[in-house]
């Protein structure tokens, strides 16, 4: 379907890059086949490093021509091979586009490029006073540029959105290479947040739970008690376990059967105190018939115990990989409808005789559900995953929830797009595609075929 990559092609790409950055060993292959998604491994036929949108304008122009596909990757931190070239071809870095271009702090936005690491450009802003909120796990590792093809989140999305939230202008090679550029500075619809200054802190509230059912029902009830956290994330106590062992730490509490971590944010100390402590009566009141209290909970009010737990919050994903073969569902329901989706994760794991280990942003009624090959062999993993993935994602569609919250359909889970996307749908997302990609080099076999 695509032409083959032949020295000819790799000069005309050493002609727009210098031949420094056309790469074809072995070491940029196999760094370019894989992202963090489970065992997943696609080498490219070639490697390139543009520094300019000219430049990527260049290359994707030339692929057009040749037949060549293109994928661009940002970090690399994605969790549903998004960035893997799964039909070969080119594969796009950008981490030479690395500069924060401006902090405008008059207007209150950051002009930056795309292969900035989020978390720099985090610290950046808040260096002068400012404030960026979406804060991906991966934050520490994964490109601002990734955030906006992925959409991300993190836990703070409850409160302040996700990356689309903070984007209001953007310069645009498009896949036939032209250059366009949507949005600006201008924007009518600038939130109404002024951010700066805005924090003297944070305080986190750990809620244990004995039981993982009665932890989700906490959830819908702190918002209906007016309570508006910056995070509200659930953990099961395996994943906690596996994330304490990960860092070699310790938290009280972490037997119990499930956490809540609930994190407020402000600028004023007591009406701060004011919300932890009516959370806290949140979570220990109970929302059942048989009760479904916390068994404890435990403020976290010093910037050092917040980062530590963010910390270990952080690790999960980490933890849960280096435990054991796995694969991430990326479930989302509405907030109310959390505790159905887990108790139906839990019994189809059960009968199916899968493990499972889940935690996610419970605020967003996101659960990242980990399915654990664990003890099972080789066969029995590879039978038991489709119909057990299908049969949650059919679950968790009847509760009116969808396959991803977060992580994409990308390679990984384009197989039950279906699921909760209608034959219509696929087929109008696929000609938008075709409009803006008529010869299909950008970043082809995702999402759908
Ligand atoms: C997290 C990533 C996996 O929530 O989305 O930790
Ligand atoms: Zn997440």
């Known amino acids: 379907m695509f032409s083959p990559v032949n020295e000819k092609f790799l000069n005309k790409l050493r002609d727009i890059l210098g031949d420094d950055f056309v790469l074809t060993d072995d070491e940029a292959l196999s760094h370019a086949s894989r992202d963090e998604t489970e065992d997943l491994c696609f ?43 799964v039909h070969k071809g080119i594969v796009l870095y950008l981490d030479r586009m690395n500069k924060i271009i401006e902090i405008d702090r008059e207007n209150l936005f950051v002009v930056t490029e795309t292969g900035v690491i989020t978390e720099t450009l985090k610290d950046a802003v808040e260096e002068v006073g400012l404030f960026y909120p979406p804060d991906p796990a991966s934050k520490g590792s994964c490109f601002i540029g990734g955030n906006l093809a992925e959409n991300a989140g993190g836990p703070r999305a409850v409160k302040y959105g996700v990356t689309k939230d903070w984007v209001y202008g953007l310069e645009v090679v498009l896949p036939n290479g032209e250059i366009i550029n949507p949005g600006g500075k201008l924007l009518k619809n600038v939130t109404g947040y002024n951010l700066t200054q805005l924090f003297v802190g944070s305080e986190v509230l750990i809620a244990a739970f004995d039981d993982p059912f009665d932890a989700c029902q906490t959830v819908p009830a702190m918002f209906h008690a007016g309570l508006n956290p910056s995070a509200c994330e659930f953990v099961e106590r395996d994943v906690i376990q596996m994330a304490l062992q990960h860092l070699d730490k310790k938290l009280p509490n972490s037997d119990a059967a499930a956490q809540l971590l609930i994190e407020f944010d402000g600028n004023d100390e007591d009406q701060l105190s004011e919300e932890t402590e009516k959370a806290g009566m949140v979570c220990m009141e109970g929302h059942n018939d048989l009760g479904g209290g916390a068994i404890d909970v435990i403020l976290a009010n010093t910037g050092q115990r917040v980062n530590e737990i963010w910390e270990i919050r952080s690790a999960c994903g980490e933890a849960v990989k280096s435990h054991s073969v796995y694969k991430e569902e990326d479930t989302v329901v509405p907030r109310a409808k959390l505790p159905d989706l887990f108790v139906g994760v839990k019994t189809i794991c059960a009968e199916r005789c899968v493990k499972s280990a889940c935690y996610g942003h419970a605020g967003d009624g996101n659960l990242h559900v980990n399915l654990l090959k664990d003890t099972l062999t080789d066969d029995e993993w590879e039978t038991k995953l489709p119909p057990t993935i299908t049969e949650i994602f059919e679950h968790c569609v009847s509760l009116g929830g969808t396959i991803s919250g977060e992580h994409g359909i990308g390679w990984s889970q384009k197989a039950y797009l279906h699921l909760a996307t209608s034959y219509e749908e696929i087929k109008l997302m696929k000609s938008l595609k075709n409009v803006l990609d008529p010869n299909g080099i950008l970043n082809p076999g995702k999402v759908f075929e």
């Not at 949108?53 to 690399?76: D, F, H, M, W, Y």
């Open 43 to 85: 080498p490219p036929d070639v490697v390139v490093r543009p520094k300019t949108p000219q430049e990527i304008s260049s290359i994707l122009k030339l692929a057009n021509i040749e037949n060549i596909p293109v994928t661009p990757r940002g970090g690399g931190t994605g969790l549903s091979g998004g960035a893997l070239p």
